[in-house]
């Protein structure tokens, strides 16, 4: 049996442990609130571009633009991947590049190639060791992501789309249904698929485009876009936060268990060594 | 009370305003366009610059650094830009992620580097720990 001495230090470590683990909690709980307001302060521009989109798609426009369009047959596709800079949040990313890995599988089968673009450290860690074409990253973007900072990024695969070298694009991210729930995603971003809503078939209508139509889309596709991968970025921190949260809490608590059951070994270790002294002591005054 | 007509301007990053006005102002590509209730569905893109509400006789101003403009009958929508957009300052932003990706990749190897190190180091360790532990049985 260890010690007292022993023990009392390892209970100390471990109660040290505990502090930090309990202040992470602490940390990722303020700032999962704080990307939970940035989620919804970043909806209603998603949702009124997707609005034009709607209309776009339907009214039909005299020019079709390339990302309203299915190509035929797809050769090469490509991932825009989304990941935390940072570890200890839980198994967040791991299930996340699992997720992508058994879609890339299907997709090889079929003799599908794969570029992938990673936002976010781990991504680009995870993708720089695995033989898949990594064509653009970006990483650090802070607990604030801009928007400017992924134009970079979505333009490399626009590019990529437009020049045919992909044949259509995806974007797979973490989704916030709760603090307790993240769900894996893998949503395609062009070709764009609107869904068709009833009242705008009913009454077929137009836009007038300034300066013209071919201009006016190109710019409000991309837009559409890059705030689609804005947004799950910024989802994504949210789950990240979440996830280290609970990973955090569930550390915390393991840490209590094992103060606990420590605690208890140093009882009887001290127990143990009154009792052997106190006979010694008895056996020595029998002796005398 | 005049005619009204909603208004919205969001970016990509916040909803920076909503309510009614009687006259929306902004400049448009082309031109600076004033929309009043009513006004046909149109689309245009946005020229840095203000957008400006005009209601009951008093004005309200925001700066957008660029966007689009959506119209329709009773809504506008200024889909305003967060940041200046050129196409030369996104081609460099585009070149480098580019870089960003080929630099990881070329990291790579320091990572296997470290990668195989974890691995000597987890070995030794278990071969410390058996000796210690073959010790330990000899004193016992």
Request: aromatic fraction near 6%; include cysteine.
């Amino acid at each position: 049996m260890a010690s007292g001495k022993e023990i009392r230090t390892q209970i100390s470590s471990i109660k040290s442990t505990q502090k930090i683990t309990s202040a992470m909690e602490m940390v990722a709980a303020s700032k999962m609130r704080k990307a939970q307001d940035r989620m919804a302060a970043t909806r209603p521009y998603s949702e009124k571009i997707y609005g034009v989109i709607q209309h776009l798609a339907h009214a039909r426009p005299e020019y079709k633009h390339p990302y309203l369009q299915d190509r035929i047959e797809a050769t090469r596709v490509g991932y825009i991947v989304i990941s935390s800079d940072r570890g200890l949040c839980g198994g967040l990313n791991n299930n996340l590049f699992k997720a992508l890995l058994s879609d890339i599988k299907d997709k090889r089968n079929k003799g599908i190639e794969i570029d992938v673009c990673t936002i976010g450290q781990k991504a680009s860690n995870f993708f720089s060791r695995l033989p898949v074409n990594l064509v653009a990253q970006k990483a650090q973007l802070g607990d604030a992501p801009k928007l400017q900072d992924l134009i970079g990024t979505v333009k490399v695969m626009l590019d990529a789309y437009t020049e045919g070298r992909i044949d259509s694009l995806y974007l797979v991210y973490n989704e916030f249904v709760n603090t307790m729930t993240q769900e894996q995603k893998v949503l395609r971003l062009i070709p764009v698929k609107p869904e068709t809503p009833d009242e705008l078939l009913k009454y077929p209508w137009d836009y007038i485009y300034e300066p013209d139509a071919k201009d006016v889309l190109d710019d409000l596709l991309v837009r559409y876009i890059e705030s689609l991968v804005y947004q799950a970025v910024v989802e994504n921190f949210a789950c990240e936060q979440a996830s280290r949260m609970i990973a955090m809490k569930n550390a915390s608590d393991n840490a209590g268990n094992i103060i606990d059951d420590l605690q208890l070994v140093y009882n009887k270790a001290r127990q143990a060594a009154i009792t052997q002294e106190i006979s010694e002591i008895v056996a020595g005054a029998a002796a005398v | 009370m005049a005619m009204t007509i909603h208004v919205d301007i969001v970016s990509a990053e916040q909803s920076i305003y909503s309510g009614t006005a009687e006259v929306v102002i902004a400049s448009a590509e082309q031109g600076e366009i004033g929309v009043y209730p009513r006004h046909a569905p149109l689309l245009t893109r946005l020229k840095a610059g203000e957008v400006r509400l005009l209601k009951g006789g008093q004005e309200e101003q925001f700066y957008v650094s660029g966007g689009m403009l959506e119209i329709q009958p009773d809504v506008v929508t200024v889909l305003a830009d967060t940041a200046l957009r050129a196409a030369d300052v996104d081609e460099a932003a585009a070149i480098q992620a580019k870089e960003a990706a080929e630099q990881a990749l070329k990291d790579q190897t320091s990572k296997m580097d470290y990668a195989e190190a974890a691995a000597q180091l987890a070995e030794a360790v278990a071969q410390l720990r058996s000796i210690q532990r073959m010790r330990k049985g000899k004193k016992g």
